[in-house]
T-cell receptor, first 108, second 114 residues
Framework: AQRVTQPEKLLSVFKGAPVELKCNYS??????LFWYVQYSRQRLQLLLR??SRESIKGFTADLNKGETSFHLKKPFAQEEDSAMYYC??????????FGAGTILRVKS | DGGITQSPKYLFRKEGQNVTLSCEQN?????MYWYRQDPGQGLRLIYY???????QKGDIAEGYSVSREKKESFPLTVTSAQKNPTAFYLC?????????????FGSGTRLTVV
């Protein structure tokens, strides 16, 4: 069965510190993974997708098929990065399966 | 301005009542989805539709119903059979079966049973 696991409900870091939001998945097919972000009082929006190998707002994520992971990383956290982050896996029928989400709090 | 619109933003329902949440998109997307967002549980799929006049149950469809009579619209009815309807409901749309494309989400409807 397809599943996305985000083990941390809350991650709290200081401004300027590195950030790593963990995401592990289980899927029998070829995975397609995304990170979504929800800032306070804003709608859920796409942050990045593994297929494009892009860096958005300083965030990157590399798909590691051996470890079935897609961790989100940023070398230097900023206060405006504080938000809820969801990892998502595209499943059969074009459905997205979401993890439980991780709240990132960046302290000054 | 293209986008996906959910209404109302807040909805209060008495026990035993059915309520309908609206979702409209002008992105010309084929596929539409309804998710329920609860703290600590992430987003769970209720129903989805890949084309007009067709829809499938998601993981938690019990107590909900949908229709897809027009490409632009995908309303969700929360029936009295839904045992715990208080939640934040999110509608999304996407280009159907397109690799690399994610979803576009609406701003959500918060439903409270009073």
């Amino acid at each position: 069965a397809q599943r996305v696991t985000q083990p941390e409900k809350l991650l709290s870091v200081f401004k300027g510190a590195p950030v790593e939001l963990k995401c592990n998945y289980s899927y029998s097919g070829s995975p397609e993974l995304f990170w979504y972000v929800q800032y306070s009082r804003q709608r859920l929006q796409l942050l990045l997708r593994h297929i494009s190998r892009e860096s958005i707002k300083g965030f990157t994520a590399d798909l590691n098929k051996g470890e079935t992971s897609f961790h989100l990383k940023k070398p230097f956290a900023q206060e405006e990065d504080s938000a809820m982050y969801y990892c998502a896996l595209r499943s059969y029928g074009n459905k997205l399966v979401f993890g439980a989400g991780t709240i990132l709090r960046v302290k000054s | 301005d293209g986008g996906i619109t959910q209404s109302p933003k807040y909805l209060f329902r008495k026990e035993g009542q059915n309520v309908t949440l609206s979702c409209e998109q002008n992105l010309n997307h084929d596929a539409m989805y309804w998710y329920r967002q609860d703290p600590g549980q992430g987003l769970r799929l209720i129903y989805y539709s890949q084309i007009v006049n067709d829809f499938q149950k998601g993981d938690i469809a019990e107590g909900y119903s949908v229709s897809r009579e027009k490409k632009e619209s995908f309303p969700l009815t929360v029936t009295s059979a839904q045992k715990n309807p208080t939640a934040f409901y999110l509608c999304a749309s996407s280009i159907s079966s397109a690799e690399g494309y994610g979803y576009t989400f609406g701003s959500g409807t918060r439903l409270t049973v009073v």
